[in-house]
């Protein structure tokens, strides 16, 4: 009753429509859910609401390759050309030598957020793949953690050239149907026949208006593009937590597969995606515990997935409105935590530094989807993130729908290139910036992103 109380009174605080949140706690299903479906037309957010859960959908994909990679069809280590022959990269030397690892722990190296809409036909990642030959290789692969959605929908296609299906038939067939998730869907179709919230905007006034439009185009589903009530979300959390098996005993990985997949496989210490990735998880050390995450963003839709084994427990949060979304998931997180585990979650506030030790941070940084510039406020940076016209149009958005407040950065120390955001609706986020050969900064990992910095600030 205490948990379901502090979701109600949160969400209230931080004005968020609906919310779902489920906790796995020493073998116990705890639900609580909270508000409504849309602002527009209204129904009781209940168990079998089903919410966007974006990116955590990668963690499928990935599931989903290590039982072809146990059926002896796909090697990690191989070449991502093996399955997918005519993969075309900007760089050829990338499109040759990319792993499909490196798809799995965001280290292929290009630009990640192709958005384009490749229509909603079982072509749709084929086309995809295509324009991927138009995308900027930032870093060689495997070198760097940066972010990235087109890897996981080329992982898609490989799947799909793998088992000969649509990605959608196959995930069904490899995961979703063994594990009985069989409230978790792709298509409206299937949707829109059940209970379902949609996406929200809250503006600076306190309007809260429907985002828009529902979904992200087919070509991303790989990359997370289900739906899902609380209840299967937690059953996924289960199997992850298990050895492998189904719950009715079918064995679907090895436990070796399952453990592999939650140990590091490339380093990003400081990102706010964690410390390490591992086969699409995302890993972090806090208060003594591992934790084995992921999470994921729509269009007004905002998710949250932790898992710790060493304690069995799982925690789940499913919001429908941005950008206060996410600040609702991080403090029934930190809520969660202290009340089932005992664990109280450090906070990181940072340091408030000079404009002279901020002065090299600032300057407009890029990725193909966004724009950030950073100036300096009261001894913090200050980030204006705006997504790219030709980004909003590819998703056939407004710009309204995606703006968000500038967002504080404070250094953590001084001398230090790591930052967090010390206060609202990112609170807890953490970053760093990245220096060149000559030790001048050149980028910043933002929000799981490495952006670019294209201009240094104008002389004063």
Known sequence: MIFKEAVSTLADELAVPGVSVAVLSEGQE???????????NPLPVDAETLFQFGSTGKTYTATAIMRLVERGEVDLEAPVRRYVPELRLADEDAAATVTVLQLLNHTAGWEGDLLDDTGEGDDALARYVELMAKLRQERRPGTAVSYNNSALSLAGRLIEKVTGKSYETALGELVLGPLGLDHTFFFLNDIATRRFVVGHTRHDDGRITIARPFTLPRGGNPAGGMSANAADQLAWAR??????????????????????????TATMEGSALGDAVGISWMLKDLAGLRLVAHGGTTIGQHSEFVMVPERGFAFVSMTNCGPNGPELNEKLQRFAFAHFLGVSLPEEVGVSLSDEELAPFTGRYETLAAVCELTVSAGRLLAAVSIKPETLASLGASAEE?????MALAMLAAGSD????PDGPGKGMQGYFT??????????????????????????
């Open 435 to 460: 220096r060149d050969a000559a030790g001048a900064v050149d980028g910043v990992h933002l929000g799981g992103r490495l952006a670019n910095r294209v201009a240094a600030p104008a002389p004063a």
């Open 239 to 264: 199997f992850h937590l298990g050895d492998g098996t189904a719950p009715g005993g079918t064995r679907l990985l090895s436990a070796e597969s399952v453990a592999l997949m939650q140990q590091p």
């Open 418 to 421: 790591r930052f967090v955001v």
């Open 30 to 40: 705890i639900y609580a859910f909270h508000g409504v479906t849309s602002v527009e």
């Open 402 to 406: 995606f703006a968000q407040p500038p």
